[in-house]
Every structure is written in structure tokens, then in C-alpha cells.
T-cell receptor
């Protein structure tokens, strides 16, 4: 089955700096890679996703890159703000599994004002 | 659309009692997932359904756990009998194609 590794497990940055979270996956058949943000006491919420036919996707201050050959993908947050503080999860999905995603263990991001 | 609806939002029960968690998916979503989240074990997939049919229940921890999806608009996760180590937040997520949308979760405490 699919295995997703996520690094780092914790990340602390100064407000205004950039943050990068990296994930690797094992199954080359995975073709959809979402990122979720979970604030304390809340549900995970999809913030950005990328499909295997695209190398990069950007939405305002967040961007995701995908390297299919190396089987890794990354989340980039620029100009971080205190409200970006949360746990971020990456996931890898093979769409014939009815959308079943394999999640990374999460990264706790702290943005210090 | 109200999003994924879960009930109850909080449940406190005593060891040995039966617990039933409920989920109403977003209309039109054909996949439904039950997750358990704890500090120690993170986010674990327990079981998922596609078109109301259970596809993979390999994440269900033991026979005390069971899940049903009798129709496209309702699913239950039952724990009988409950144990203190079942204390966690249980999320239901639904989706169409690949995206998953999570419900608010049920925080279960077993004393």
C-alpha cells in the first residue's frame, strides 16, 4: 500500500518568513495530492491540491510543487502570518480507490509574531 | 449546502456502554470515510464506503467497532462495548472523485 512521510514534524518561523513542508510517497500510481490545514480543535480543511499532470500550483500565499520522478511534493507558504499557525497534513491518493487518501503524520507550524 | 453533519458533537460515556456516532454526507458525494484522531496515533482511517458499499475496513481496530451505510445520506459508526482507549475525536469525511470534506467531528470520552 501507499506510504507517505512528512517532514518536519514541527516548524517554527518568524512572521513574514516562508515555511516549507515536504512529503514523499511510495506508490507511483498515486495521482492526487491534497494538503489540509487543521487549526486547534477544528476539522482538517483542504487548502490546496495538485494532480499528477501538473508540476506546480499557486493560490495567493500558498503553493504546492510536485516531482513525480522523485515521488515528493511540497507545500510553500510565503509571508507567513500568525493565523497560519496550525497542523498541516499532506496526503496521496490513487483515484481508483474511491478517493482513499493516505495521510502524512502532520507538521505543526508555529508563526511567531 | 450545510456540509458534512456529525452527531453528537460531544459524547461522554462509561466503559462498557454502546456508543453510536452518526454522519450525514454532503448530497451527491459517493465516498464516505470514518477517521479517528488522537495525539498518540494521529489521523487514522477506520473504514470507507463507496456508493454505500464498504470498500476497506482494515483500519477498524477490533470487532467492537462496526460501521454501516444503509443509504446515500446516512452512516453510523458503533462501538460496543466502549473502552477508555477509544477516547478520541472521530471524523466523518465525504467526497466525490478525490477531494474529501471533513465534518466537525465527534469528541468521544470513555470514562
Amino acid at each position: 500500500g501507499e506510504n507517505v512521510e512528512q517532514h518536519p514534524s514541527t516548524l517554527s518561523v518568524q512572521e513574514g518568513d516562508s515555511a516549507v513542508i515536504k512529503c514523499t510517497y511510495s506508490d507511483s500510481a498515486s495521482n492526487y495530492f491534497p494538503w489540509y490545514k487543521q487549526e486547534l480543535g477544528k476539522r482538517p480543511q483542504l487548502i490546496i491540491d495538485i494532480r499528477s499532470n501538473v508540476g506546480e500550483k499557486k493560490d495567493q500565499r500558498i503553493a504546492v510543487t510536485l516531482n513525480k520522478t522523485a515521488k515528493h511534493f511540497s507545500l510553500h507558504i510565503t509571508e507567513t502570518q500568525p493565523e497560519d499557525s496550525a497542523v498541516y497534513f499532506c496526503a496521496a491518493t490513487y483515484n481508483t480507490n474511491a478517493g482513499k487518501s493516505t495521510f502524512g503524520d502532520g507538521t505543526t507550524l508555529t508563526v511567531k509574531p | 449546502d450545510a456540509g458534512v453533519i456529525q452527531s453528537p458533537r460531544h459524547e461522554v460515556t462509561e466503559m462498557g456502554q454502546e456508543v453510536t456516532l452518526r454522519c450525514k454526507p454532503i448530497s451527491g458525494h459517493n465516498s464516505l470515510f470514518w477517521y479517528r484522531q488522537t495525539m498518540m496515533r494521529g489521523l487514522e482511517l477506520l473504514i470507507y464506503f463507496n456508493n454505500n458499499v464498504p470498500i476497506d475496513d482494515s483500519g477498524m481496530p477490533e470487532d467492537r467497532f462496526s460501521a454501516k451505510m444503509p443509504n446515500a445520506s446516512f452512516s453510523t459508526l458503533k462501538i460496543q462495548p466502549s473502552e477508555p482507549r477509544d477516547s478520541a475525536v472521530y471524523f466523518c469525511a465525504t467526497g466525490q472523485y478525490n477531494e474529501q470534506f471533513f465534518g466537525p467531528g465527534t469528541r468521544l470520552t470513555v470514562l
